[in-house]
């Protein structure tokens, strides 16, 4: 099992069988077996945990009237639930243009599209719409090619764009990957930017091999279409401050493009709007979603360089729900909430105070805390003390489940890092509740694992 641990915790351990009979009430189990009835099962989604009934603000509640403070959200919920601006821009655009049929367009979907290009570093100035992240990656693969003709892509381990066969074939978790058959051929991996342990071997003293690597890659192979990677990935995974500008460079020498996946991210959880911006790199495609729907509607963008409009006769996207009104009304609504309402700067704020007090924390009874981010995109890699320190799993899933117990709700992702990623509206107050919830939590596994 130890090799698919990936996006998100497992639905198949022990710790969630213990937790869903401590804690849910015959009522709730009964929807739970309805749901394991109808839906398909899989290891990041059915059986699910609980059952929800609102969610509101930076609050989940479940069926049964239990409130938690989400540290989730899929990463679609930056401006938070139900926000009263994307809410009323919903109801606004429901009432007059529910839907747009192909040959038109509207009002919402060229604002928002204008707003995007304004926004964007460099010369992303042209923008195309689909109804999910993986649909936006597919459009972004299918451009490399028609421009650079060639196929080849270089992507990273352990990297994530998405769960259609295309996206899977560059994004290199063995979940999606194992057993599904032939892939995307050209779909070459390089290890990531890793800073729980760097792949080359650099120390603390990092000198870049992780991107000289792909240098060397893009060199030997010569024809490669683009390199596609998540600017920070979501465990986190923070490259170093010259990666970008390197890998940049190595795509111009040898005529590859390169994408950046900010689906997760952008807009505005890193404390920038778009996450290349802490790297001062502007790719030549970009790639966003999730919260851009305001935590609503599904909905991506493929940002590309102007020049790279270059296929009129194709039909590129053509996704049915391409230029919805509502998905591009609330998209608007919700830059307009990050712009008005401060929420980079709150980002910004509250994550470097997050980050200072996850630092403090540092070591419980076996074990060995490390917390990295960038605003609110924030990790606490949990390790087992020793020599060598070992990725504790079976401790952050304890922690996990535990913080369930006491209001707080988060992901584990690569088995042992405890990813936190709330609303950018959190106040200062409720960040602080999250991390003394999770010190507890962690103080009564570490001991009880100790013990
Ligand atoms: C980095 C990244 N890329 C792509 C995707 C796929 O987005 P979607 O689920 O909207 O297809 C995700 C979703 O989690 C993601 O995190």
């Not at 639930?81 to 747009?100: D, H, S, T, W, Y």
């Not at 087992?384 to 535990?402: F, H, I, L, N, Q």
């Amino acid at each position: 099992m130890d090799d698919l641990k990936s996006e998100g915790d497992l639905n198949v351990s022990p710790q969630r069988r213990r937790w869903v009979k401590d804690h849910l009430d015959a009522e709730t189990r009964k929807w739970l077996e309805e749901d394991a009835k109808y839906f398909l099962r899989q290891s990041l989604s059915t059986p699910c945990l609980n059952v929800l009934k609102s969610c509101g603000g930076i609050y989940l509640e479940d069926l049964q009237g239990r409130k938690y403070m989400d540290f989730h959200g899929n990463n679609v919920h930056q401006v938070g639930f139900g926000n009263p601006r994307v809410v009323a821009a919903i109801k606004a655009q429901l009432g007059e243009l529910p839907f747009c049929t192909r040959r038109y367009t509207n009002l919402p979907a060229i604002k928002l599209a204008k707003k995007l290009a304004e926004l964007a570093p460099g010369n992303l100035k042209k923008v195309l719409f689909a109804p999910g992240g993986a649909s936006a990656i597919g459009i972004a693969l299918k451009l490399a090619r028609a421009a650079t003709g060639r196929h080849k892509t270089i992507s990273l381990w352990d990297s994530f764009h998405g769960a259609s066969l295309d996206a899977i074939s560059i994004g290199g978790q063995a979940i999606f990957r194992r057993d599904i058959g032939p892939l995307l051929p050209g779909a070459e991996h390089v290890p990531p930017p890793e800073p729980a342990g760097c792949p080359f071997n650099c120390g603390e003293r990092c000198n870049l091999q992780c991107a000289r690597y792909i240098e060397y890659v893009l060199e030997k192979e010569g024809d490669v279409a683009a390199v596609i990677a998540e600017t920070v990935r979501s465990t986190p995974c923070i490259p170093p401050p010259d990666y970008w500008n390197r890998i940049r460079a190595a795509c111009d020498r040898y005529g590859a493009l390169l994408v950046l996946d900010e689906i997760p991210h952008c807009p505005g959880r890193t404390g920038k709007m778009f996450a290349c911006q802490h790297f001062d790199v502007v790719p030549d495609m970009l790639v966003l979603g999730k919260g851009l729907g305001g935590g609503v509607f599904p909905l991506a963008a493929l940002m590309t360089r102007e020049d790279l409009d270059i296929m009129p006769d194709r039909a590129l996207g053509h996704y049915t729900h391409e230029k919805n009104p509502v998905a591009c009304a609330a998209g608007l609504a919700t830059i307009e909430t990050i712009e008005t309402d401060g929420l980079l700067e709150n980002a910004r704020r509250l994550g470097e105070r997050a980050l200072k007090r996850i630092s403090k924390i540092k070591q419980r009874r076996g074990l060995v805390l490390k917390g990295r981010g960038l605003g609110l995109l924030l990790g606490i890699e949990l390790l087992k003390a020793g020599k060598t320190p070992a990725p504790a799993s079976d401790v952050a899933e304890e922690v996990m489940y535990r913080a369930l117990g006491k209001g707080l709700s988060f992901k584990v992702t690569m088995g042992n890092i405890l990813t936190l990623t709330p609303p950018l509206t959190i106040t200062l107050q409720e960040m602080e509740r999250a991390i003394d919830i999770i010190e507890e939590c962690i103080g009564e596994v570490g001991s009880a694992h100790s013990g």
